[in-house]
């Protein structure tokens, strides 16, 4: 499974972006999928994550309320659509797959590249 992550940019705080994360393979409808983020200098860490069906999802408490984690299984593609942006959202986001909803790094077996969010204050 390969990963392609996109949508990130520069945002004003209280801003939105969405982010993608188009995948390849015909398996993608039977992974977890998640998100997570590292910040510079500081750990990755859990963001989101929705099961294979899109039925459950989680979420960080740091973005509850403000960022949704869904997925299009004919378009082999998830996403994360983040509201109210803070600057301490600033991050390279990362989607990963799973098999099944986790929200610990090391269970996600395939991970994309990668897409810079920036929130200025």
């Known amino acids: 499974v390969q990963l392609q992550a996109s949508g990130g940019g520069l945002v004003q705080a209280g801003g939105s972006l969405r982010l993608s994360c188009a995948t390849s393979?015909?398996?993608?409808?039977?992974?977890?999928m998640g998100w997570f983020r590292q910040a510079p200098g500081k750990e990755r860490e859990f963001v989101a994550t929705?099961?294979?069906?899109?039925?459950?999802?989680y979420y960080a408490d740091s973005v509850k309320g403000r960022f949704t984690i869904s997925r299009d299984n004919a378009k082999n593609t998830v996403y994360l659509q983040m509201n109210s942006l803070k600057p301490e959202d600033t991050a390279v986001y990362y989607c990963?797959?799973?098999?099944?909803?986790?929200?610990?790094?090391?269970?996600?077996?395939?991970w994309g590249q990668g897409t810079l969010v920036t929130v200025s204050s």
């Open positions: 990963a797959a799973a098999g099944s909803i986790e929200t610990m790094a090391y269970a996600y077996h395939y």
């Open positions: 393979g015909r398996t993608f409808s039977s992974y977890a």
């Open positions: 929705i099961s294979w069906s899109g039925g459950s999802t």
